[in-house]
């Protein structure tokens, strides 16, 4: 049984790595995926075969538990999932990496409370750093989820030095848990040690600035691996740390990438924006803007040869991304060339805005990565930003005292004409005043995503 047990990891951890890879294709994501539910199956069932054939083995009540909690988690898992609309799906990570976290968590507390206090100190450590970045991780998330959604917008003043005390007083704890420890208040200082990380992941992700919410989601995924192989370490799994070293590298690697494209550090980030806050009349202020109409852009289009889209998180809300497609191949049977320049923070985590044209079946060779995209519309006519806004924002450029400054831009102002597809002025999520509104080639069409698109595509089959 343990031979085949051993087996069954080693067939689970080819299917993680497969999986993983496979999903780095578009065209082979579904399959990816459906390879890493075999392989966790997989390893789930083989981690039972051990445990099974090891002294006194598995008790039956622990098997059933075990299915029992499996099948309870299926069901809650699948109504949150299906409950969550594609557009939501940054949302929806968020909400996972702090069950993750909350999952790894509760493991270290229990391996906490039921530790001897004579035990090796490498153990004891493991699992004290366990509970502080399980819940950690479980606060930052959900604080993540909540501002994700807009139901998190207050301000909390001395956020940076509250965040700073939270982590100084969680770390003091963790070493006297660890070089100090006494029985009588053991369990005290547990409480104090997760009370204290769960304030510290609520401070931790509010200093994120709402531009930067990509790279907090990186992080937390990167943050779920790490514990994930800490648990592995504790229990002697092989899979847990195979599994963790997966999603924890994926997690950091894109993060650095984020942060690559954003211009920035992880420093920063967590610091958040130095420059001066932005009031919103200021965000919304503009003295020249031209409008144009679904008619116009219509009849602009059939008079180009190469058209791009850059879309954002307004085309996500208005589910517009099958209009896009339909567009496409409408413009493509007019001999007219699109392309879809995507940034790398786009929308509201990584890959959204990719997530959402795979979907609509937009073909892969059709979306252009940011430098690509820059250069092509240096020879493209006609520009269409469809619910993006700071990622097209000038003033990254332009403007040295803007919150954004450095950050590199789709730049649309390179095409020889602009049309920003966008419900009312108000501001990205950066919460700034965005100069391309203004500029001498840029037209704004003050219509919802889905009916502008809509609009545009009854125009061009009259």
Known sequence: MILTGNIGIFAATASFLMGMMIMGNPKKAVFGNFLLVVGMIV?????????????????????????GLLIVGTVIGKKISFGFQLTKMPELVSLFNGFGGLAAGLIGLVGTLNFSLVSDALSSAILLVSVFLGFLTFSASFIAFLKLGGKFKKYIP????????????SVLLIFVLLFYPNINTYMLLVGLLITFSLIHGVFFANGVGGGDMPILISILNGLTGVLTVISGIYFESAIMILSGVFVGATGIILTVQMCGAMNTSILKVFLGPTAKAVSSDEATNYEVLRETSPVKVAADLTLVKKVVIVPGFGLAVAKAQKL???????????DIELKFVIHPVAGRMPGHMNVL?????IEYADILDLDKGNDYLSETDLCLVIGANDVVNTAAENDSDSSIHGMPIVQTYK???????????????AGIKNPLFEHATAEMLFVDAKEAIDRILTELKM
């Open 324 to 334: 896009c497609r339909e567009l496409k191949d409408e413009l493509n049977a007019m």
């Open 357 to 361: 044209l795979a979907e609509a079946g």
């Open 158 to 169: 001395h956020n940076g030095t509250y965040s700073v005390v939270s982590l100084v007083i």
């Open 415 to 429: 095409s020889k004409k602009v049309v920003i597809v966008k419900r009312s002025l108000s501001p990205g999520y």
């Open 43 to 67: 390893a789930i069932v083989s981690t039972i075969l051990i445990q099974s054939s090891i002294e006194n083995g598995m008790q039956w009540n622990n098997l059933l538990l075990i299915f």
